[in-house]
């Protein structure tokens, strides 16, 4: 089958698409024909060799896929051949297929475009695993979003609007902080240094309850200064980097939580268990229209070079994604 591989580390230019064996699905597994697949900051770090996938999992990049089941396993009972998924994966999601549990899929809602599901996945489970089920944002309490505009950062703000929180965002990006406002965001803050007093002027010195970190090192410092007590501050992306001092006492006095999550080398239960979760609570959103992914732009799975220069330059706002049948 054709995938999009890296033959060699380094920039954009790498990507080449090629033949990679076909995948069968085991007994418990769906065969999923690739219509869409979301592009991730994580697919630019293994393109670049800082990423590797987990063992055991496909060397060809993507997080996320949207499509058409082909085949199903003799002991699947979820699917049938011709049913519309999406999920996560370890790796593979630029390839034509891909095998996934049968418990990791979820049902692409009815009348959704491939193009629109394939943005879904990655960074709405994200968002989701991260601000609510680890950190427990609650109606009424403040979740301060950096890198408001990157895909991860647009599902946070309309999963959190939808659930009644408010939101303050950053962004280095005057114009992405605009476009947020009129995606539902309480208070846009230009990055870089001297935010985190914003953050408290707009609470009243109170700080936000709920971090989410997209851009790492550079803002430690902010975040505990502008967390709230009992605030919980989980970092998702560094990519500013991934050291820092931290000051032990500061978190002690505000008796905050600071933690790391990822998704991608969580075990078949676990991203199991977040589906299910998922399909319950996230996934309605999106048939009564609460919640829409927010897509910067489409690219034949052929430009994934040019998808990735994209992402690389932080031009897009929101997801981009790529289609095998642009």
């Known amino acids: 089958m054709r995938a999009v591989t890296i033959p060699e580390f380094g920039g954009p230019e790498v990507l080449r698409l090629g033949t990679v064996p076909h995948p069968r699905p085991g007994p418990r597994e769906v065969l999923v024909r690739v219509c869409a697949s979301g592009v991730n900051r994580a697919d630019l770090l293994q393109r670049r060799g800082l990423y590797p996938p987990p063992p055991g999992e496909s060397e060809v990049p993507g997080l996320e896929f949207a499509g058409v089941v082909d085949e199903v396993g003799g002991a699947v009972t979820r699917w049938r051949r011709g049913d519309r998924v999406m999920g996560i994966v370890g790796g593979g999601g630029y390839a034509e297929w891909v095998v996934v549990d049968e418990r990791v899929a979820v049902a692409v809602p009815e009348g959704m475009e491939m193009a629109v599901a394939g943005a879904i996945p990655e960074v709405y489970m994200t968002a989701w695993d991260a601000v609510f089920r680890q950190a427990g944002l609650k109606r009424g309490e403040t979740l301060l979003i950096h890198a408001v505009g990157s895909g991860?950062?647009?599902?946070?703000?309309?999963?959190?609007?939808?659930?009644?929180?408010?939101?303050?965002?950053?962004?280095?990006?005057?114009?992405?902080?605009?476009?947020?406002?009129?995606?539902?965001?309480?208070?846009?803050?230009?990055?870089?240094?001297?935010?985190?007093?914003?953050?408290?002027?707009?609470?009243?010195?109170?700080?936000?309850?709920?971090?989410?970190?997209?851009?790492?090192?550079?803002?430690?410092?902010?975040?505990?200064?502008?967390?709230?007590?009992?605030?919980?501050?989980?970092?998702?992306?560094?990519?500013?980097g991934s050291r820092a001092n931290l000051d032990l006492r500061r978190l002690m006095v505000r008796r905050a939580r600071l933690f790391g999550t990822v998704l991608r080398a969580r075990g078949a239960e676990e991203k199991a268990a977040l589906a299910a979760e998922f399909s319950e609570e996230v996934l309605p959103g999106f048939h009564d229209g609460s919640l829409r992914p927010v897509i910067d732009s489409v690219f034949p799975v052929m430009k994934a070079a040019d998808a990735h220069h994209r992402m690389e330059e932080n031009e897009n706002y929101g997801k981009i994604v790529l289609v095998w049948d642009a």
Do not use: C, F
């Open 152 to 240: 991860v950062g647009t599902a946070a703000l309309q999963l959190a609007g939808r659930a009644g929180a408010r939101t303050i965002g950053t962004s280095r990006t005057g114009s992405k902080l605009e476009r947020a406002a009129g995606e539902g965001l309480g208070v846009g803050l230009r990055g870089g240094e001297g935010w985190e007093a914003g953050v408290m002027d707009a609470t009243g010195g109170r700080g936000a309850d709920v971090i989410l970190d997209l851009v790492g090192s550079p803002y430690l410092a902010g975040n505990q200064a502008a967390i709230a007590v009992g605030g919980r501050h989980v970092v998702v992306g560094v990519p500013g």
